[in-house]
C-alpha cells in the first residue's frame, strides 16, 4: 500500500468545494484528509480511492442536500465511513444526523470523526442494523443510503426508519432506472411511493448525482404465520373413558 498522507484541496475543486460548503470549507478539508490518512489504514476508503475523494466522494454526496428541507432530522444507513451522512452534517448544520452502522470498526471512526470535526451537537452514531435500529423506533424524516443494496431491499430496511410523509433518498448510478423498473411493484408493496429518480450538482460535479427518491406513504404491518388448527383426533375425548 502507497503512503497515506492528507489530501486537503486540491485547486482544480476549490470553487465547487467552496459552493458546496460554504463557510464550513475548512471542516470539509479536514474531513477529506481524515479519509484519506485513518480511513486508508483501517480499510474504510481504498488506497486508490485517495486522490479522487473531492470528486467522487465528497462533492458527490455533498450535492444530495439540494432534496433536504431546513432542519430536517437525517439518518444515514450503512453509513461506513460517513459517506453521506457526515458530508451531510458538514455542509448543513441545521441537519440532526444519525449515523448508523453495524461494524465496530467503522462505528469507532465514525465517533472519532464527529469528535474531531466538532459535529457533536448535531450528530449521534449508533452502532446497529437497519433492522435494528427500526426496533429500537429510530425514525427520521429523511434516510439516505449510499452503495448498501438493490432498490427492494434497501426500501425493505430503510422506509420503516422513514416517517410517514418522509422519503428515502438512494445514491444511485447509471443503473436507477433500471433498477426502478425491476423494483418498483416491491417499493410499492413495502409503503413507498413511486420511486423518482433526481439529478444533483449539475455544474457542479461531473457526472451529476444520481439520486432515487421513495416516499414513505404508509407503514406495512408484519406478516405473521398463519396459526395451525389441531385436529380432532389429537383433542381429549368426552364422557366416560372405557376402562381395560
Known amino acids: 500500500m502507497p503512503p497515506v498522507a492528507p489530501v486537503g484541496l486540491p485547486p482544480e475543486f476549490a470553487e465547487p468545494a467552496e459552493r458546496a460548503f460554504g ?18 489504514i483501517r480499510g474504510l476508503i481504498g488506497p486508490r480511492e485517495a ?16 432534496l433536504i ?16 451522512g457526515i458530508v451531510l452534517a458538514v455542509a448543513r448544520p441545521d441537519l440532526h444526523v444519525t449515523l448508523v452502522e453495524p461494524l465496530a470498526r467503522r462505528t469507532t471512526f465514525l465517533t472519532e470523526a ?3 470535526l466538532g459535529l457533536g451537537a448535531t450528530v449521534t452514531v449508533v452502532r446497529a442494523r ?39 433518498l438512494a445514491l444511485k448510478g447509471s443503473s436507477a432506472t433500471a433498477e426502478i423498473a425491476e423494483h418498483r411493484s416491491a417499493v410499492l408493496a413495502l409503503g413507498g411511493g413511486e420511486p423518482a429518480v433526481h439529478v444533483c450538482g449539475t ?18 404491518a408484519p406478516v405473521r404465520p398463519a396459526k395451525t388448527g389441531r385436529r380432532t383426533a389429537e383433542r381429549p375425548a368426552r364422557g366416560r ?3 381395560r
Open 69 to 84: 428541507p431546513p432542519g430536517a432530522s437525517v439518518l444515514d444507513v450503512g453509513s461506513g465511513a460517513g459517506l453521506p
Open 23 to 40: 463557510d464550513r470549507l475548512p471542516e470539509a478539508i479536514a474531513y477529506a484528509d481524515l479519509l484519506a490518512t485513518e480511513g486508508v
Open 51 to 66: 486522490p479522487r475523494l473531492w470528486e467522487r466522494h465528497l462533492l458527490n454526496c455533498a450535492v444530495l442536500s439540494e
Open 114 to 116: 464527529v469528535d474531531t
Open 130 to 168: 437497519a433492522e435494528e435500529a427500526a426496533a429500537q423506533g429510530l425514525t427520521a424524516d429523511v434516510v439516505t443510503a449510499r452503495a448498501v443494496a438493490p432498490l427492494d431491499r434497501l426500501a425493505g430496511w430503510c422506509l420503516p426508519l422513514t416517517a410517514i410523509g418522509g422519503r428515502l
Open 203 to 220: 455544474g457542479l460535479v461531473d457526472p451529476p448525482t444520481t439520486v432515487v427518491e421513495v416516499t414513505h406513504e404508509h407503514d406495512v
Open 241 to 243: 373413558t372405557r376402562r
